[in-house]
């Protein structure tokens, strides 16, 4: 059954770093989401992209965030400077068609762990 | 902006009993959905439910939505063991433009044997 994959699961980095999530969505899907999950809280919203641009974005989507696709397969999400607080799991997930359709299919998730 | 709520929180219940988990949210929306989330782990996908009325059940669960009432119920029948996670409803708001889903606050169920 195609799977929405996720690398690395785990990972710890020094505040102030750079980290980049890397999600490789279901192949003939075309949508594509971030979500992040804070340790024991619920599940919010971060982005979403298709066409190779973000059709919607959360508060929590501040400038330190960014999204790309740089090829056909990969969907990543960059924290350029990450602060204590952006420790979470991460998901990601993919549709293969967009508004009000189309189940999401979740990643496993990245664990991040800011120090 | 739409809100999500989740009742209980916490449930404990004993192996072969009968409970209700509760989501109620604060505008119209397209659609519901019902996740389970293992500790550490992804959320899979338990119900779609698209309409006022729907019933859906899959084994021990069974979910339903009143869009009038804003309120999705998830039904456990004779709780056994393997059930104990956290459960998710999510919601899609009306006229959406995307699968902005908004989730409520969880409930975790630990079923006791």
């Known amino acids: 059954e195609p799977e929405v994959t996720q690398t690395p699961s785990h990972q710890v980095t020094q505040m102030g770093q750079e980290v980049i999530l890397r999600c490789v969505p279901i192949s003939n899907h075309l949508y594509f989401y971030w979500y992040r999950q804070i340790l024991g809280q619920k599940v919010e919203f971060l982005v979403s992209?298709?066409?190779?641009?973000?059709?919607?974005k959360s508060e929590i989507f501040d400038d330190q965030f960014s999204v790309e696709r740089p090829d056909g397969s990969n969907f990543t999400l960059k924290i350029r400077s990450t602060k204590l607080e952006d420790s979470a799991m991460y998901f990601c997930?993919?549709?293969?068609?967009?508004?009000?359709?189309?189940?999401?299919?979740f990643g496993e998730g990245s664990r991040l762990t800011v120090l | 902006e739409l809100k999500v709520e989740q009742n209980p929180l916490f449930l404990s219940m004993q192996e072969g009993k009968n409970y209700t988990i509760y989501c109620n949210y604060s505008?119209?929306?397209?659609?519901l959905y019902w996740y389970r989330q293992d500790p550490g782990k992804s959320l899979e996908s338990l119900f779609v439910?698209?309409?006022?009325?729907a019933v859906k059940q899959e084994g021990r669960l069974m979910a339903s939505l009143d869009t009038k009432a804003r309120l999705s119920t998830l039904h456990i029948t004779a709780a056994v063991h393997d059930l104990s996670a956290t459960y998710f409803c999510?919601?899609?708001?009306?006229?959406?433009?995307?699968?902005?889903?908004?989730f409520g606050t969880g409930t975790l169920l630990a079923v006791q044997p």
């Open positions: 439910l698209l309409s006022n009325g």
């Open positions: 997930a993919s549709t293969l068609s967009g508004a009000n359709t189309g189940e999401l299919f």
């Open positions: 505008t119209t929306s397209d659609r």
């Open positions: 992209f298709y066409n190779n641009e973000i059709s919607e």
């Open positions: 999510a919601v899609l708001p009306y006229g959406g433009a995307t699968n902005k889903l908004i």
